[in-house]
């Protein structure tokens, strides 16, 4: 098993900045990777970004690109997503998830566990 725990989201200005971490424990996936989803209200769950324990190869939904940025630091087992530039259309609950794969990081289905999820609240 895997243990996801999220730091606290909040609640920002639009173009303000976040940072959001998920520390992992328990199995160690070293050979997979790390992604980041959110669920806005009424919307489907939806991949925003992911990268992997290995070189640190990277993903972003085109949504997200250029204003968020995605990092991990394999002695902690702790992956970052940084968010700047915040719109109101960011607002939603935020998860990690891990998985032991490293192809199709953008589906859902490719993630085994998740964590509880996190609220961040864009104001416009």
């Known amino acids: 098993q895997v243990q996801l725990v999220e730091s606290e989201g909040g609640l920002v200005q639009a173009g303000g900045s976040l940072r959001l971490s998920c520390a992992a424990s328990?199995?160690?996936?070293?050979?997979?990777?790390m992604g980041w989803f959110r669920q806005a209200p009424g919307k489907e769950r939806e991949s925003v970004a992911a990268i992997t324990w290995s070189f640190g190869l990277t993903y972003y939904a085109d949504s997200v690109k250029g204003r968020f940025t995605i990092s991990r630091d394999n002695a902690k087992a702790t992956v970052y997503l940084q968010m700047n530039s915040l719109k109101h259309e960011d607002t939603a609950v935020y998860y990690c998830?891990?998985?032991?794969?490293?192809?199709?990081?953008?589906?859902?289905?490719?993630?085994?566990?998740w964590g509880l999820g996190t609220q961040v609240t864009v104001s416009s």
């Open positions: 998830a891990a998985t032991g794969s490293v192809g199709r990081l953008w589906e859902k289905g490719t993630y085994a566990y």
């Open positions: 328990g199995r160690t996936l070293s050979n997979g990777a």
